[in-house]
């Protein structure tokens, strides 16, 4: 790997490293301790300066595109542009002949052709069918990146297009084409039941109903992800990439180019932010078929676009709320249903299908409750991992949904929500029984803090310092 | 092709290039100066800050053609290990960067707008860092620091 400047200041900036984060060893035998549940870390309060600090201020930390290696092909990915079609003809002709393109792949040259966190559902390049406007369709590899990128347009593509499905609420009834027929559109469910709903509300002095909307978040890490691909002389595969889940990816690699995960060494190197978006492949299969058919090292980096287009996102969620309080705004049952937008594959959808189910309840003690969660399928980009799993959407339904009925019941909201939060040995949504519980003392302790005018109660908002 | 002959960090540089690159490119590419990121390629980000002639600029907005006979100043060009830049060890002692993609960029414009005005207000730098987009640290703590060197400085 070419990589060090000229300067040789990354030499000295890494012997500096090992200086510092050089500690004296720890004495034997270490004193090992059972767990103390209620004793705070030492780690609390202390300040400590980040290992790689030193060189991310020189400029000298190395990202999956600052790697060059001799002889190195750049790769391009032509994206469909239409949300559901059938291929019906695929010409590269043009592209091939151009100078300076080394090689031009379709969905057709990818072994095994499907791969996915959990459900299979994903193609590395499309062949046949297009799932969303934003899926792979042929890749170039170049001299440069510019003749890549020239290239994509000369591949000539031609769709028999479908009415797309875009609406999750459409995608969940049944008489909806499915995105991915024969398969159903909603492809995960969640049931969550606690205690007796209807007698709940039976005995609530109001019962309050609100639906809420999140709208689809990409991550967008400063960083673009990145991999680099090269094959060694004893037909082993190695690939640098900003993948954060590696033995994971190592596992989808391997099966998409059909190969044993022991021929694969996946290198991660210093990631410029990933937010949950970087945990499966993208381009790797891709980067890794050019290089075995162009016998180069190949390198692919996303433009910004496709960061957006071609990567996963925050999954929507539209969420309805029915809440049964007491007069003093004691929560006595509540329904809620999730849909969860999944787009154009599953990718990480069950997990944040969980996550967004159980904590829809919020941090509070609901005796009697169902929740209920479905992901469809929708010609979208699609959705998966990405900073709390779900939690983040739910988290806006529940506490919007809070304020309202404080609101309509002339209950301070800080008040309302001390009324109904888990205590020690709460039962949760699940029925786990919960241990160091501190909501109370959490909520307080903020609003002292920003000064949450607690006299202002029933006017519904905080006292600005 | 077009050749330019500039000065990078100090030292005569000449390259050929063909008349699309720009001056990220051509300091990543041909001088295997990858301080200066990609992040967006449309100016939009500031991963790619530059100094050149005295000034700030998105090397991917300025087409290598155009810093021919001119002065650049990269990352690379600040500093060494042991001889840090003020900027470059208040933000290693403050925590200011995490994945450290933005932090070429930021840096580059924090000491550019302490060469302007040596005594900066909140606003002054929230200004001088409109241009670099951090996804990871936030503004709060690079902030803190620019006013820590600042007070360092004027004392
Ligand atoms: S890469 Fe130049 S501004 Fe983003
Ligand atoms: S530290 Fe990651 S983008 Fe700023």
Redesign the pocket.
């Known amino acids: 790997m070419e990589t060090t400047t000229k300067t040789g200041t990354l030499v000295e900036a890494e012997e500096l490293l090992r200086a510092r984060t050089h500690s004296p060893l720890v004495p034997l035998p270490i004193e090992v301790r059972g767990p103390e549940p209620n004793r705070q870390t030492p780690a609390v309060g202390q300040r400590t300066t980040r290992p790689d600090a030193r060189t991310h201020g020189l400029g000298q930390t190395k990202y999956i595109d600052d790697f060059y290696v001799p002889g190195m092909l750049y790769a391009k990915i032509k994206r469909a542009g239409v949300a559901s079609a059938r291929i019906t003809k695929v010409d590269t002709s043009e592209a091939e002949a151009m100078p300076g393109v080394v090689a031009v792949i379709t969905g057709k040259d990818i072994p095994v052709n499907s791969f996915g966190p959990s459900l299979k559902d994903q193609p590395v390049l499309a062949h046949e069918r297009v799932f969303h406007a934003g899926d792979g369709v042929a890749a170039v590899a170049a001299v440069t990146e510019q003749i890549a990128a020239d290239a994509l347009e000369k591949i000539k593509i031609e769709y028999e297009e479908f009415a797309p499905v875009l609406d999750p609420l459409e995608s969940l009834k049944l008489e909806t084409p499915g995105v991915h027929a024969p398969s159903a559109n909603i492809y995960g469910h969640k049931l969550i039941k606690k205690g007796d709903i209807e007698k709940g509300f039976a005995e609530s002095y109001r019962i309050f109903e609100a639906s809420f909307r999140t709208q689809m978040v990409e991550h967008v890490p400063l960083e673009p992800h990145s991999s680099l691909a090269q094959w060694d002389a004893n037909g082993r595969l190695t690939i640098h990439s900003t993948l954060g889940r590696i033995t994971l990816g190592r596992a989808d690699i391997a099966r998409t180019l059909g190969i044993p995960m022991s021929r694969i060494r996946i290198i991660a190197t210093v990631v410029g932010g990933n937010f949950g978006g970087k945990n499966e492949i993208t381009t790797e299969p891709v980067i890794g078929m050019l290089a075995k058919k162009t016998g180069r090292p190949v390198k692919c980096t996303f433009t910004r676009p496709e960061e957006f287009y071609a990567s996963t996102t925050r999954h929507p969620i539209i969420m309805d709320y029915k809440t049964g309080v007491t007069k003093e705004g004691k929560i006595l049952a509540r329904k809620v249903r999730l849909v969860l937008d999944g787009g154009a594959y599953c990718s990480w959808s069950e997990t944040t299908l969980g996550k967004a189910c159980i904590l829809c309840a919020g941090p509070y003690e609901i005796e009697n409750l169902v929740a209920e969660a479905f992901v469809v399928y929708t010609n979208k980009t699609m959705t998966g991992a990405m900073r709390g799993f779900g939690a983040p959407q739910v988290c806006f339904g529940y506490e919007s949904h809070m304020d309202d009925m404080a609101k309509a019941l002339g209950i301070d909201p800080l008040e309302m929500r001390l009324r109904n939060v888990l205590k020690e040995g709460s039962l949760s949504p699940t029925s786990q029984a919960l241990h160091s519980v501190v909501v109370k003392e959490s909520l307080l302790q903020a609003a002292k803090r920003f000064g949450w005018n607690v006299q202002g109660a029933g006017q519904g908002q905080g006292a600005l310092p | 092709m077009v050749r330019v002959s500039l000065t990078v960090n100090g030292e005569k540089r000449d390259a050929e290039v063909p008349p699309e690159t720009t001056l ?1 490119r051509m300091l990543r590419e041909a001088f295997n100066l990858t301080g200066a ?12 800050t530059v100094i050149v002639d005295g000034k700030l600029v ?4 300025m087409l290598a053609g155009q810093v021919d006979g001119r002065d650049v100043l990269t990352i690379e060009g600040l500093a060494t290990a042991d001889n840090l830049h003020p900027i470059q060890k208040v933000f290693e002692e403050k925590g200011s960067l995490q994945c450290g993609f933005c932090g070429p960029g930021v840096i580059l414009s924090a000491k550019w707008l302490l060469d302007q005005n040596p005594d900066p207000s909140v606003p002054d730098i929230r200004d001088a860092l409109s241009g670099n987009l951090c996804r990871c640290t936030g503004y709060t703590k690079m902030i803190e620091a620019i006013q820590t060197i600042a007070r360092e400085r004027t004392v």
């Open positions: 990220l990121k990609l992040g967006c390629d449309v100016g939009d980000c500031g991963a790619c998105n090397s991917c907005l």
